[in-house]
């Protein structure tokens, strides 16, 4: 049986209704166990998004989970404001709280995997919680400097060098170190927990026409290439970023390391909005989540789709196989 912790996510958007819809989906698998950590009230307003009606338990404590019967077990946080559409500091605090009580969960051996839904990073800050995302809490949390942001889809999989950098900044944070650190990190994932024995791994170019040798930037020559060449079985490039995409080569490639943000997430999303995965890499849990946002727009109006939040359960569902088959 796979067990899975859900976040609610920003409760003033549509992490609470996308995983409610999710959770009564995930119900007709007999081979499940759903935990879900939420303020009540919070998971009372979100069943009113469902045409049908869903069975559950409601506890008090991490410690009631493993005596709860019912498939979908869920944790209260209290009650909790929602102020649909827009960030607060509430909204920040219930967000940061049902991480890390989730994760308490899973370091209780209680759930397998957690699955987060979308924060407001602005609701964070409004909440004092110093990190920028899921991804730099959880590195924190299990005291690891190897994590990487890492993105699934059928389509592509691609990680980043740098995560959540200012654009300015990215040159100076782009060093063979921690190219390298990306390298591996995401060799040893490819190899455990998706079992591809021998990656095929593409790096892209920092600078436009991946420097054009040297005329625009030398980060290419100087930085990229050298480590490159130290993985000439795994490793390709840098590559041109847009003749890269434009011409689909990322479907000769089991994932992209791309050097910022936005060199890959623009090209993913194109891909897969509405279905594509945000998982970290490096750590020795399993996170995965729904590659959107809080959705403001839309936010208590029923309108939300679980299908990236599907998604996020069967990658992660994937990742505890390959794991298992490598004990």
């Known amino acids: 049986m796979k067990r899975f912790v859900f976040t609610c996510g920003d409760i003033n958007g549509i992490g609470p209704e996308i995983v409610i819809k999710s959770l009564q989906q995930l119900t007709y698998n ?34 009631e989970i493993a005596n709860c019967k019912e498939k979908i077990c869920v944790l209260d946080l209290g009650k909790a404001k929602i102020k649909y559409g827009e960030p607060t ?49 959880l590195g924190a949390r299990y005291k690891t400097e190897d994590f990487k942001m890492m993105f699934l889809s059928e389509a592509m999989s691609c990680a980043l060098v740098t995560i959540h950098e200012k654009l300015q900044d990215v040159p100076g944070l782009i060093t063979e170190e921690k190219v390298e650190e990306t390298i591996k990190t995401v060799m040893a994932t490819l190899k455990m927990d998706f079992g591809i024995d021998n990656p095929r791994i593409a790096l892209l170019g920092l600078n436009p026409h991946a420097g054009e040798e040297g005329k625009i930037g030398r980060e290419e020559i100087d930085i990229i290439e050298p480590v490159v060449k130290r993985y000439p079985k795994t490793c390709a490039g840098p590559f041109v970023p847009d003749a890269f995409f434009g011409t689909r080569r990322y479907q000769n490639f089991n994932m992209v390391i791309g050097m910022y ?8 999303k194109l891909l897969n909005f509405d279905n594509g995965v945000n998982f970290t890499a490096g750590l020795p849990i399993i996170r995965t989540s729904p590659d959107h946002g809080t959705a403001y727009d839309i936010a208590g109006k029923g309108l939300a789709r679980q299908d990236s939040m599907l998604e996020a359960v069967k990658w992660a569902s994937v990742i505890i196989e390959g794991r298992e088959k490598k004990i």
């Not at 166990?33 to 506890?59: D, H, Q, R």
């Not at 943000?261 to 993913?268: A, E, K, R, S, T």
């Open 89 to 137: 500091e509430v909204s920040g605090q219930v967000a940061y709280e049902s991480i890390n009580k989730a994760l308490d969960v899973l370091d209780a051996n209680l759930a397998d995997a957690i699955i987060t839904a979308p924060i407001s990073k602005l609701a964070f800050k409004m909440a004092g919680v110093d990190f920028p995302g899921h991804t730099e809490l």
């Open 261 to 268: 943000h936005d060199q890959v997430l623009i090209p993913f």
């Open 30 to 63: 007999d081979d499940i166990k759903l935990i879900y950590c939420c303020p009540k009230n919070v998971f009372t307003k979100s069943v009113g998004f469902l045409e049908n009606k869903i069975k559950y338990k409601a506890v008090a404590s991490i410690d």
